[in-house]
């Protein structure tokens, strides 16, 4: 990990699959068995009880026992699927869950994935069972964080307990996401964040201010390597990057582009051909 890095992340144990745990009064949290180096213990599936039904924020992956898991923790009384992006590990189970609670599907007005569409679609600031959308892109263009009651909110892949968030462009957009965080942080009234991945998240704003400390942190580093004599992104891994394993190096590669991009566009940096300069 980069020596500008001093974000303190949670940790939790390995869950008990299939099995939904309270977390907050009238929440509880199905964790999907898709656990890895992206994913941590797997997507988080949101259960939020209404007088309706149950509201699912983000079904999780293509998983049978997954959706039997969601289907048997709410006896199928499934008011609506809300999703805060679609991603495969938070998508893949909306179909199957549809299919066997008739619930609809809402989504983004604009999804990122072409062979979704959602039933109804949202905007920011729209409200559905007592949730706010918020449009936050960055870690995804489709990207919705739900605010909800008593200071709580669902923030899906863009402020995760367990880790940062993977910005991969065209998709993903640094300054996109910056902001983001920038926004989350002007809201006074929040104390818990439910995420995508990874333990309920409570005092969040500092956490908050230290991923946003960690990209400023490697955009200033990432500039200090610019001059006038155009330079790769993967050079510009190698500088910043000491030993990093070559596994990560295309992941590095990314997140570097992604700031580059957003220099671009704040006109401090030039790219011409996929080589950058100082502006
Ligand atoms: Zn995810």
Not at 89 to 104: N, Q, S, W
Not at 164 to 192: A, F, K, N, Q
Request: aromatic share 6%; charged share 20%.
């Amino acid at each position: 990990m980069e020596a500008w890095v001093s974000v303190a992340f949670l940790t939790e144990a390995a869950p008990s699959y299939g099995v939904a745990e309270d977390v907050a009064p009238g929440v509880r949290r199905l964790v999907a068995p898709n656990p890895g180096p992206m994913t941590y213990r797997g997507t988080n599936t949101w259960l939020l009880d209404g007088a309706d039904g149950v509201t699912v924020i983000d079904p999780g992956p293509d998983s049978a026992p997954h959706v039997d898991a969601v289907v048997a923790a709410t006896g199928g009384h499934v008011a609506r699927i809300l999703l805060t992006h679609t991603h495969s590990d938070h998508v893949g189970a909306a179909a199957a869950l549809k299919a066997a609670t008739g619930a609809p599907t809402l989504g983004f007005t604009r999804p990122q994935r072409q062979d979704f569409r959602p039933d109804h679609p949202i905007a920011d600031g729209d409200t559905v069972a007592g949730l706010t959308a918020l449009h936050t892109p960055g870690h995804a263009s489709d990207h919705l964080c739900f605010a909800w009651r008593d200071g709580v909110i669902f923030t899906g892949d863009h402020v995760m307990s367990w880790n940062t968030s993977i910005v991969s462009p065209p998709d993903g957009d640094m300054g996109d996401y910056m902001h983001g965080l920038r926004r989350l942080l002007t809201r006074g009234e929040d104390t818990l964040y439910l995420g995508g991945h990874g333990p309920p998240l409570p005092e969040p704003h500092a956490l908050v201010r230290a991923m946003l400390g960690h990209r400023m942190g490697r955009e200033s580093a990432i500039l200090a390597t610019l001059g006038a004599e155009p330079i790769a992104p993967a050079a510009i891994v190698d500088a910043l990057y000491a030993g990093l394993d070559s596994g990560l190096k295309r992941a590095a590669e990314r997140t570097v582009l992604a700031h580059l991009l957003k220099l671009g566009a704040e006109g401090r940096a030039v790219g011409d051909d996929g080589l950058w300069k100082l502006a």
